[in-house]
């Protein structure tokens, strides 16, 4: 058995970034930047008002006040998308609206509620000084400026700040394209008829809305029987595909086919040291990279977020590692193992900042419903010692969802 650590660090040495593509902003969301946003335009192109009210010479207004108020001859108007021609003179004003264009000649804007308009005057009871309520060109950015960095995750507010930079396509990462197979005879769909040792199956499910989740493209690719033959012939639909995982017969049991029939001589390894999970296959399966998990839903959910997370993240030029966090322990562990474990526990706000992880009395691996209620898995290192409640643990956040993280 290798630890999970090395398990990782030869899953991940296997792949690096998948090519750039590109797509319409409006398609962007959720992708990942293969190269910097740079800004085509600056922002805003031109002086702008930041308030209604009237564009005037600071000059023509510094003795203005409430009591002593200065009269200006209204000479036009500047709104949005309809700009003022002119250029503003001494003694003259222009009525202008928020994120019109500041007239030429104008340097100020004075809010319309210190102002009173008397038909072609206004009447200005407060002083400005120059650029009071102006926004000047490039407040925002430049062209030219880097506005979102490679390998930046495109959130809702990214869409909106490229299209403020005229930008109507992106150049991203392709998505991992990720080939599901499922194998056993005791697994039927769910909604199928259910034979007397049959169980529904939720792995290959599970696993294709953890893919989706984490930005690829899923490809399920059914049931495979216990039998060599039908294994690699259902497999073969992962062929173009970027990865292929199964779930199920990765062990070493007369019934176990995934490890010799799809790993083959190309197997890297195949056990370990780690619960839930031990048997764990990567290598590659007729040219395609092979990832097999075990079978348990809880062991498959558990080593998708150790393993499959990681590397879908690698696909994507993102950092492999999504973090983990420092929390409390709320209630007493036992010493460990020569196995990593990774308990499923219910995070909650501690008293003194930490939050308390306190994890399920029962660890079973085919419990999903406490995988499911999970917020975290708390991670004890091989031969760790007992632990106490309030003692500090690591935990990998699985953000309160099933087989998310």
């Known amino acids: 058995m290798i630890s999970v650590e090395d398990a990782r660090a030869r899953i991940l040495a296997a792949f690096i970034a998948l090519p750039a593509e590109t797509v319409p902003l409006p398609d962007a969301l959720g992708r990942v930047l293969a190269e910097p946003a740079v800004a085509r335009l600056t922002q805003p192109p031109f002086a702008a008002a930041a308030m209604d009210g009237w564009a005037v010479r600071a000059a023509d207004v510094a003795q203005a006040s409430a009591d002593a108020p200065i009269t200006l001859r209204r000479i036009g108007e500047s709104a949005a998308g309809h700009a003022f021609a002119g250029t503003v003179g ?127 493209i899923a490809h399920n690719l059914g049931v495979a029987k216990d039998d060599p033959e039908h294994l690699a012939a259902m497999a073969a639909g992962a062929a173009g595909c970027d990865l292929l995982v199964t779930t199920g017969g990765a062990s070493q049991g007369e019934h176990d086919h995934v490890r010799d029939v799809l790993g083959g001589l190309s197997l890297d390894f195949y056990r370990v040291a780690m619960k839930p999970g031990k048997p764990l296959i990567f290598g590659k399966a007729g040219g395609v990279p092979l990832l097999g998990l075990p079978g348990n839903p809880v062991s498959t959910g558990v080593t998708a977020v150790l393993f499959l997370v990681p590397l879908l993240r690698r696909l994507q030029g993102l950092p492999a590692e999504s973090g983990t966090v420092t929390a409390r322990l709320g209630a007493p562990l036992r010493a460990n193992d020569d196995r990593a474990d990774f308990l499923r526990a219910a995070l909650a706000p501690g008293a003194d900042g930490l939050p308390v992880a306190t994890p399920f009395p029962r660890q079973d691996s085919a419990m999903m419903s406490r995988l499911a209620r999970a917020d975290g898995l708390i991670v004890r290192e091989p031969q760790a010692p007992a632990a106490a409640a309030g003692d500090r643990v690591t935990v990998i956040p699985l953000n309160g969802g099933v087989l998310s993280s």
């Not at 264009?101 to 206004?122: H, I, K, S, T, W």
């Not at 060109?137 to 005229?166: M, Q």
């Not at 199928?192 to 690829?216: H, K, M, T, Y």
């Open 90 to 216: 001494t003694g003259e004003s222009v009525r202008i609206f928020t994120g019109a264009p500041l007239p030429a000649g104008a340097d100020a804007v004075v809010m319309q509620e210190d102002c009173e308009n008397a038909g072609d005057r206004v009447r200005v009871g407060r002083a400005v000084p120059a650029g009071r309520f102006v926004r000047p060109a490039g407040l925002d950015f430049t062209a030219g400026d880097e506005l979102l960095p490679k390998g930046r995750l495109l959130t809702a507010r990214d869409v909106a700040l490229a299209a403020c930079a005229n930008l109507p396509w992106l150049r991203v990462h392709r998505r991992p394209r990720i080939a599901v197979l499922a194998t056993g005879d005791e697994i039927a769909l769910p909604g199928d008829p259910l034979g007397p040792s049959q169980i529904v199956s939720s792995n290959a499910l599970g696993l294709c809305a953890l893919v989706a989740s984490q930005g690829g």
